[in-house]
């Protein structure tokens, strides 16, 4: 599937065989997802000319052996046909293997804390993938300094890249009455065990405040816990809206785990409590609206918790500051502009 932002292409954006835009597309319209494209990609057409998305074909024998083909010979570049761009690796894998493009770009997500955690031996593959592309960005300054050192020399340049939220879909709302707690996220590096302790403590001093905790942990949640399994966009921003405050635990990683969701419920108009991680403090460390504690330390993540709930009117003033630490750097905009300077060369 093709979305256009304009007559031909001079940036193609590749997303997965199985990312449905138009269904993307259809629920942006309908107001019930964040960017007309995923990651608020369609932006760039703010700074890049005749930018498209497709997707990538659909596996197959034949697909799988004219990629393999490819990778054993340098990459193309066709001056005057657009450029490509993926959001992570494992769709640049693919974007390195794709002709009829003038350039290749590539955002990194997961890569550097998989090099660190199992070692280079079994990501040789993507790196000769990673090798061929033009430009790389990753999204914590954490990851720069290992991505290079894992690709090696000759490899193409590694940017830091500041994420951003859609800020428009992610809107204030009044600080509410009821006290809520929430956190949300299940990728890898979140802590479930260190929230849910944490979640305890809050409960045994507050009997009063609702908690909901968005997860696929299969740990047993302490009394007065409600974990949910998954949550749309629109429930999501509605959860966000309830909340008093929104906390995350993650554990040690490079890539930030816990951003996205931070910077939607700042977005929102909600303090943060969350874990400290390498490149966590670009994100977070400019405001009074956030606070960081070391990783795995239940009972700091407990304790600032508290703290929030007993004060709402500190609360509700920190959550206007947490928009506007959104606003004044932090929004897919401010993404797309620092992508795009990416592909330019800037």
């Not at 024998?61 to 992570?88: F, K, N």
């Not at 303090?271 to 977070?284: A, E, N, S, W």
Request: charged share 20%.
């Amino acid at each position: 599937m093709t979305v256009a932002s304009g007559g031909g292409a001079g940036a193609v954006v590749f997303y997965p065989a199985d990312r449905d835009l138009s269904a993307w597309c259809e629920r942006h319209a309908a107001g019930s997802a964040p960017d007309r494209w995923p990651y608020g990609l369609d932006r760039l057409d703010a700074h890049l000319p005749r930018v498209t998305a497709k997707n990538f074909p659909p596996a197959s024998p034949v697909t799988r052996v004219a990629r393999r083909l490819a990778a054993v010979v340098p990459p193309m570049r066709r001056a005057g046909r657009p450029a490509g761009v993926t959001w992570d690796e494992n769709a640049g894998s693919l974007l390195s293997t794709t002709n009829g493009l003038s350039a290749r770009y590539s955002g990194v997500v997961w890569l550097t804390d998989s090099v660190a955690r199992r070692g280079a031996a079994p990501f040789r593959t993507m790196r000769r993938a990673m090798r061929r592309m033009d430009g790389l960005w990753v999204l914590s300054d954490a990851q720069v300094a290992p991505l290079a050192d894992f690709l090696g020399p000759g490899a193409p340049p590694v940017h830091y890249v500041r994420f951003g939220v859609d800020h428009d879909f992610f809107r204030p709302a009044p600080y509410p009455e009821r006290p809520l707690v929430v956190s949300v996220g299940g990728d890898r590096d979140r802590d479930p065990e260190t929230m849910l302790r944490a979640m305890a403590t809050v409960r045994r001093a507050r009997p009063d405040v609702d908690i909901v905790v968005q997860s696929k942990t299969t740990l047993a949640p302490p009394a007065g816990v409600t974990v949910i399994p998954y949550l749309t966009h629109v429930e999501l921003r509605g959860l966000y809206a309830r909340a008093s405050v929104v906390v995350l635990a993650t554990r040690p990683n490079l890539h930030v785990s816990g951003m996205t969701v931070g910077l939607e419920a700042m977005a929102t108009g909600r303090p943060l409590v969350i874990t400290r991680t390498p490149g966590m403090d670009d994100y977070f460390g400019g405001t009074s609206a956030a606070h960081l504690v070391d990783v795995g330390d239940a009972d700091a993540l407990g304790r600032e918790t508290l703290a929030l709930l007993e004060d709402p009117e500190s609360a509700a003033a920190e959550g206007g500051l947490a928009r506007a630490h959104v606003e004044a750097g932090f929004t897919t905009a401010h993404l797309a502009a620092r992508i795009a300077g990416v592909i330019a060369g800037r």
